[in-house]
């Protein structure tokens, strides 16, 4: 089986700061340094390093070698890789705190103009019973949605960022949707409640240092974090849906699939940077065979 990811490209610039800067201030950088990101792509990485199959769909500037040699030396099929003329390829500028906690803020770019008739043929080239992914970074959250349902796929949706009149309406399209704790409370006020959520719908949520949550019903399946060193937190999410999305997609028990994910986030968690740090599946067995 085969996880299609509709997502964001981007390059990252990660400044590490004293504190957050607050409105006036301005702060010199501890640090500085420029590497790849974006929801999607953090995905992407995750899934294919823990052993699942991917292929991404986005798109990028249209004359931005560098970023495509990049996304190839990752391993990643660039079949469904885009280049649109008169934008850049997205980007983001990440600071991050000494605690490890970080602020982005987001240059989308090429991530909103995803062509329709890109999407429409990596959907037709899937396999009935795939999974799709999407997330809220790119143009193409409800159209890949309706088609990958009517090709007959199984849909993953990472709420973030966060707007819920662009999220709800899509909910009866996703079968999984993955939120962190604060996008599970907007979308239980946008909803009213959580008597509100379609029955079929399996909600992921990941709660930081309080672990993680399957919820399918009335079926539940917690994990708890692994006390480890935070030195960054960007990508950790991510992390856990695609090493989750893998495990599931290789027809590993919501268990087991959980405990792997929040192995990997841990380990993501321990390190500067995003793409670049994704743990391998050997290193995520390896932290597995330890204490936790």
């Given at each position: 089986?085969?996880?299609?990811?509709?997502?964001?490209?981007?390059?990252?610039?990660?400044?590490?700061?004293?504190?957050?800067?607050?409105?006036?201030?301005?702060?010199?950088?501890?640090?500085?340094?420029?590497?790849?990101?974006?929801?999607?792509?953090?995905?992407?990485?995750?899934?294919?390093?823990?052993?699942?199959?991917?292929?991404?769909?986005?798109?990028?500037?249209?004359?931005?070698?560098?970023?495509?040699?990049?996304?190839?030396?990752?391993?990643?099929?660039?079949?469904?890789?885009?280049?649109?003329?008169?934008?850049?390829?997205?980007?983001?500028?990440?600071?991050?705190?000494?605690?490890?906690?970080?602020?982005?803020?987001?240059?989308?770019?090429?991530?909103?103009?995803?062509?329709?008739?890109?999407?429409?043929?990596?959907?037709?080239?899937?396999?009935?019973?795939?999974?799709?992914?999407?997330?809220?970074?790119?143009?193409?959250?409800?159209?890949?949605?309706?088609?990958?349902?009517?090709?007959?796929?199984?849909?993953?949706?990472?709420?973030?960022?966060?707007?819920?009149?662009?999220?709800?309406?899509?909910?009866?399209?996703?079968?999984?949707?993955?939120?962190?704790?604060?996008?599970?409370?907007?979308?239980?006020?946008?909803?009213?409640?959580?008597?509100?959520?379609?029955?079929?719908?399996?909600?992921?949520?990941?709660?930081?240092?309080?672990?993680?949550?399957?919820?399918?019903?009335?079926r539940r399946v917690r994990v708890d974090s692994?006390?480890?060193?935070?030195?960054?937190?960007?990508?950790?999410?991510?992390?856990?849906?695609?090493?989750?999305?893998?495990?599931?997609?290789?027809?590993?028990?919501?268990?087991?699939?959980?405990?792997?994910?929040?192995?990997?986030?841990?380990?993501?968690?321990?390190?500067?940077?995003?793409?670049?740090?994704?743990?391998?599946?050997?290193?995520?067995?390896?932290?597995?065979?330890?204490?936790?």
């Open positions: 089986m085969t996880i299609l990811n509709v997502g964001s490209v981007n390059r990252d610039r990660v400044l590490r700061v004293p504190h957050f800067p607050q409105p006036g201030e301005t702060l010199q950088a501890l640090s500085a340094s420029v590497g790849l990101g974006g929801k999607g792509l953090n995905q992407s990485v995750a899934i294919l390093r823990a052993g699942g199959s991917v292929r991404h769909v986005g798109a990028v500037g249209e004359g931005d070698a560098g970023i495509r040699e990049a996304l190839r030396a990752l391993g990643l099929d660039l079949g469904f890789v885009t280049g649109v003329a008169g934008v850049e390829t997205g980007s983001a500028t990440i600071f991050v705190d000494p605690e490890g906690e970080n602020l982005i803020v987001l240059d989308p770019g090429a991530n909103l103009c995803i062509p329709d008739a890109l999407v429409a043929r990596a959907v037709a080239d899937a396999t009935p019973g795939d999974w799709l992914l999407f997330q809220n970074e790119t143009n193409q959250a409800a159209g890949c949605a309706r088609l990958a349902r009517a090709r007959g796929l199984k849909v993953a949706c990472s709420a973030a960022p966060f707007v819920a009149s662009r999220i709800v309406p899509l909910l009866e399209d996703v079968d999984l949707l993955s939120v962190n704790a604060v996008e599970l409370d907007q979308l239980l006020a946008a909803l009213g409640g959580t008597d509100h959520l379609p029955a079929g719908l399996a909600l992921l949520v990941t709660r930081g240092a309080e672990g993680a949550e399957y919820r399918h019903g009335d692994r006390r480890v060193p935070v030195v960054d937190t960007t990508g950790a999410g991510d992390v856990f849906l695609g090493v989750f999305l893998a495990e599931a997609d290789l027809g590993r028990p919501v268990e087991e699939a959980m405990r792997r994910a929040n192995a990997a986030a841990a380990l993501q968690v321990g390190r500067n940077g995003a793409v670049e740090v994704i743990p391998l599946a050997g290193e995520i067995d390896g932290l597995l065979d330890t204490a936790p």
